[in-house]
């Protein structure tokens, strides 16, 4: 499957944001699909994932309340809804599925995308 995030820019501090992450090239309901971000100087984390259904949501703490994940199976499309933005919420933010683990490690996917640069400033 071949994934493409888009929906990044700048915004300010207390702002809001929706990624969006399209697939290609195969049964998009047959993968989990989770969101990680990556800062400058850190190692890429867990922010989202989704199950396939759409029916269950995992948070990073970080974003637990502030950012919402959802799916349109329908049209191939994975979201990521990010409100109340905060400075340290700037990364690049890569859409990521798997077939297999409903899972929060980089490891348990096999697919990426090419990533979207959101930064928030002060």
């Known amino acids: 499957v071949q994934l493409q995030a888009s929906g990044g820019g700048l915004v300010q501090a207390g702002g809001s944001l929706r990624l969006s992450c399209a697939a290609s090239?195969?049964?998009?309901?047959?993968?989990?699909m989770g969101w990680f971000r990556q800062a400058p100087g850190k190692e890429r984390e867990f922010v989202a994932n989704?199950?396939?259904?759409?029916?269950?949501?995992n948070y990073a703490d970080s974003v637990k309340g502030r950012f919402t994940i959802s799916r349109d199976n329908a049209k191939s499309t994975v979201f990521l809804q990010m409100n109340t933005l905060k400075p340290e919420d700037t990364a690049v933010y890569y859409c990521?599925?798997?077939?297999?683990?409903?899972?929060?490690?980089?490891?348990?996917?096999?697919?990426w995308g090419q990533g979207t640069l959101v930064t928030v400033s002060s």
């Open positions: 990521a599925a798997d077939r297999d683990y409903y899972g929060a490690q980089v490891t348990d996917y096999d697919y």
């Open positions: 090239g195969g049964t998009f309901s047959n993968y989990v």
């Open positions: 989704i199950r396939r259904s759409g029916t269950m949501t």
